[in-house]
């Protein structure tokens, strides 16, 4: 720490100055610090087990050794490893013990220290390499980290530390038991299908104390139709709220249709009629009226079916077969008092979704479904 006072001492000392220095020279001063402690904590752990330095009597260390199983050692100095960590690159000693019987050198501490092979990059770092990636490209966060944090990474590192997050997150226990989940989907720019893959998310959604309500991610995924299914009987949930897209019979007890759905699709099979534009308006206007402003559920059932039949009397087949097959499911909301008849808490999700995949590349799936399954699950699960 001295080392870096010194420069702003023999000029006049500006505070902007001496806290750029400092920063500059974090890793240092702080490496430094967390060097003597470790140093520290371990020497005080030998004496405890091996006796103090330049004593010859023999004690009964409270490890044993790894290749004969002996308790008595001397010590042998130290060695050093480097540990990644928000601080930086930081080198740190690792003391070395001998055993008396075979002469087996080992570190006794290290693994306890968090200085074992496989630990260390400390999981704070690997948490916000992972939070900057759901946000940004694989290459621009692992600018930010090196620029921020003064650690240099890889954007094939970054990309394996998501996959390696995604496997874990898909091995996590999933249930809606008594919920109604939110399902809905997008399609993203990945695979060799020119219009892409679909990607399925579902969640729960509560009230919440403020204007935003309570999120619960359950699952993201790419695949089939008869996978999503499978996905979603897993869940065991009261009911769940979809767009119609998918025939989702036998996956809840409860299905809602998606009632801002079903007004906007109208207007698609409407175009499918070959109905002139000018004249879709007043049939959008009347679906919203009969699903939104009738309070009473055998009137508005009655109203439903009386608008099938007038789709039905213009010629107007295709939109006639959409509300049809979406009638069992538009006042389930109702009739059980479930929450929710839209499924507009996903909806906010899926304009996430877009936003950082749409980003002028093609994906490929298993890349894509990692990489927006570990954002979704950070975003929503993580305190």
């Given amino acids: 720490m001295l080392s870096t006072t010194q420069k702003v001492t023999g000029e006049r000392i500006h505070v902007n100055t001496l806290c750029e220095n400092i920063h500059e020279e974090r890793t240092v001063l702080l490496g430094t610090i967390v060097y003597h402690i470790?140093?520290?904590?371990?020497?005080?752990?030998l004496a405890n087990d091996v006796g103090p330095r330049y004593d010859r009597s023999q004690m009964v260390a409270s490890f044993c050794c790894p290749r004969c199983g002996g308790r008595h050692f001397t010590r042998k100095g130290k060695r050093h490893r480097f540990y990644t960590s928000v601080l930086g690159k930081t080198r740190l000693p690792i003391v070395q013990v001998q055993c008396s019987v075979c002469g087996c050198r080992f570190c006794p501490y290290k693994d306890q220290i968090g200085l074992a092979f496989t630990?260390?990059?400390?999981?704070?770092?690997?948490?916000?390499?992972?939070?900057?990636?759901?946000?940004?490209?694989?290459?621009?966060?692992?600018?930010?980290?090196?620029?921020?944090?003064?650690?240099?990474?890889?954007?094939?590192?970054?990309?394996?530390?998501?996959?390696?997050?995604?496997?874990?997150?898909?091995?996590?226990?999933?249930?809606?038991?008594?919920?109604?989940?939110?399902?809905?989907?997008?399609?993203?720019?990945?695979?060799?299908?020119?219009?892409?893959?679909?990607?399925?998310?579902?969640?729960t959604s509560k009230p919440g104390t403020k204007r935003n309500r309570r999120k619960r991610f359950l699952f993201l995924r790419t695949g089939s139709a008869e996978q999503i299914k499978e996905s979603l009987k897993v869940l065991k949930a009261k009911g769940i709220v979809h767009d119609g897209d998918m025939d989702l019979s036998g996956c809840a007890p409860l299905l809602q249709r998606c009632l801002w759905h079903l007004v906007h699709q109208?207007?698609?099979?409407?175009?499918?009629?070959?109905?002139?534009?000018?004249?879709?308006?007043?049939?959008?206007?009347?679906?919203?009226?009969?699903?939104?402003?009738?309070?009473?559920?055998?009137?508005?059932?009655?109203?439903?079916?009386?608008?099938?039949?007038?789709?039905?009397?213009?010629?107007?087949?295709?939109?006639?077969?959409?509300?049809?097959?979406?009638?069992?499911e538009i006042a389930t909301f109702k009739e059980h008092g479930i929450e929710g008849y839209t499924t507009s808490p996903v909806e906010r999700e899926m304009r996430e979704i877009n936003r950082r995949v749409d980003i002028g590349v093609r994906w490929s799936v298993p890349g894509v479904e990692n990489l927006l399954l570990v954002k979704m699950h950070m975003a929503m699960n993580d305190p």
């Avoid at 249930?175 to 579902?202: M, N, P, Q, Y």
């Avoid at 879709?280 to 309070?295: C, M």
Wanted: aromatic letters at 6%.
């Fill in 266 to 328: 109208l207007k698609h099979f409407l175009w499918q009629d070959n109905l002139p534009f000018e004249q879709r308006a007043p049939y959008v206007k009347e679906l919203i009226g009969i699903l939104h402003r009738t309070p009473k559920v055998k009137q508005m059932k009655k109203k439903y079916r009386s608008f099938i039949r007038k789709l039905k009397v213009n010629g107007l087949i295709q939109s006639c077969i959409h509300l049809r097959n979406a009638e069992p």
């Fill in 119 to 203: 630990d260390r990059i400390s999981p704070t770092l690997k948490r916000r390499q992972l939070a900057l990636t759901c946000q940004i490209s694989y290459n621009k966060a692992r600018t930010f980290i090196e620029s921020c944090l003064g650690v240099s990474s890889s954007g094939l590192t970054i990309r394996k530390e998501i996959d390696k997050e995604a496997e874990e997150i898909r091995q996590m226990p999933v249930t809606a038991k008594d919920e109604i989940v939110c399902h809905d989907s997008t399609k993203v720019k990945a695979g060799s299908k020119e219009r892409g893959v679909s990607i399925h998310l579902a969640v």
């Fill in 38 to 45: 470790v140093l520290s904590h371990q020497e005080d752990r």
